[in-house]
């Protein structure tokens, strides 16, 4: 009797061994190119079974069941499902192609160049749109960042615009300023002419302000530091508005800046403007300037944009540079 239980047990796991085991195999390649392609992973999705492709893009796995859902899966490359019915005991899938995953890269982290705070090893302070708006005034940009600690700014010349900037005791020989992550230092000493930016003010976005030397894609001369301007986009929705600024000293300014909006041929327009006038706030300080900046993009598809930028403040200032002597002073 137990030789007849011991025979009808192997009975049944020979049938369980013999029951049909289907190969399953193929070559893994590259859509564009033709090019084999290793470490695939291939599974079955609800199920143990799977296996990895070798590096000339083989790969084999074994199934006992007639119809089977085959997932081949890769960083690089789009999934890929294939749903296949076993006609034979082995099955040769031939060639199967993947096609790359297109590598989308952040316009802000390429023209802005902004380090996130939380993530940085380096010491960088932000400055908003919003509080440029509310502390500036008249006085140059350089002078909103005597409230970063670190920072020393003053006027130089006695004009509307002129003044220079330190990072920790580091002239702006040795800082790099750049707008959207584009040096815009002179090209013969690094040095920054503020009073061309005049009314860069109504277009910018965020400041960042890095102390010490940092990475950069451009080779600039941040020794002590750099300082990132980084512009307004146009914006989803039309918006549209007028302001007007008057100081204790007599220099007014007027300003317009207009957004259209995403437009039905997908151009979305912004423009800032202003005009600046006054006859400073001492002797042969007056000023002139107009200013403009004007931004167009659009979205050409689901990989570019394009985006052009126009900017300039033409501009007539006096300047001081000398005190008054005792006898202009009495």
């Given at each position: 009797m137990k030789r007849i239980g011991l025979f009808i047990v192997n009975l049944l796991l020979i049938t369980h061994t013999l029951q049909a085991q289907h190969p399953i195999s193929g070559i893994i390649q590259e859509a564009e190119t033709g090019l084999p392609i290793g470490n695939v992973q291939i599974t079955s999705p609800g199920s143990a079974i799977g296996t990895t492709s070798n590096a000339d893009g083989s790969f084999l796995l074994t199934t006992d069941k007639n119809n089977i859902h085959l997932t081949f899966h890769h960083l690089s490359y789009k999934t890929l499902s294939r749903y296949i019915v076993l006609h034979s005991q082995e099955m040769d899938l031939g060639i199967i192609q993947l096609e790359k995953l297109p590598v989308n890269l952040d316009e802000i982290n390429i023209t802005g160049g902004m380090v996130t705070e939380s993530n940085s090893p380096i010491t960088i302070s932000t400055l908003t749109g919003k509080e440029i708006q509310t502390q500036l005034g008249d006085q140059p940009l350089p002078l909103l960042m005597n409230s970063i600690p670190g920072i020393y700014s003053t006027r130089t010349g006695g004009g509307s615009g002129d003044a220079e900037l330190s990072i920790r005791g580091f002239n702006q020989q040795n800082i790099g300023i750049l707008l959207n992550g584009i040096p815009i230092g002179s090209v013969e000493n690094g040095l920054v002419y503020w009073n061309n930016w005049l009314g860069l003010s109504h277009a910018i976005a965020e400041i960042q302000v890095q102390k010490g030397p940092g990475v950069s894609n451009a080779a600039i001369n941040s020794v002590g530091g750099s300082l990132n301007i980084v512009t307004s986009n146009p914006k989803?929705?039309?918006?549209?508005?007028?302001?007007?600024?008057?100081?204790?000293?007599?220099?007014?300014?007027?300003?317009?800046?207009?957004?259209?909006?995403?437009?039905?041929?997908?151009?979305?327009?912004?423009?800032?403007?202003?005009?600046?006038?006054?006859?400073?706030?001492?002797?042969?300080?007056?000023?002139?300037?107009?200013?403009?900046?004007?931004?167009?993009?659009?979205?050409?598809?689901?990989?570019?944009?394009?985006?052009?930028?126009?900017?300039?403040?033409?501009?007539?200032?006096?300047?001081?540079?000398?005190?008054?002597?005792?006898?202009?002073?009495?």
């Open positions: 989803e929705t039309p918006d549209y508005s007028l302001s007007y600024r008057v100081t204790s000293f007599g220099n007014q300014e007027i300003s317009f800046s207009a957004n259209s909006g995403i437009m039905e041929n997908g151009w979305n327009v912004a423009f800032y403007g202003s005009y600046l006038h006054g006859d400073g706030y001492i002797d042969a300080t007056n000023v002139s300037a107009w200013s403009y900046f004007l931004t167009l993009n659009k979205q050409l598809n689901a990989k570019n944009k394009l985006t052009i930028t126009l900017l300039g403040t033409p501009e007539i200032h006096g300047q001081r540079t000398l005190k008054l002597s005792d006898q202009e002073h009495r």
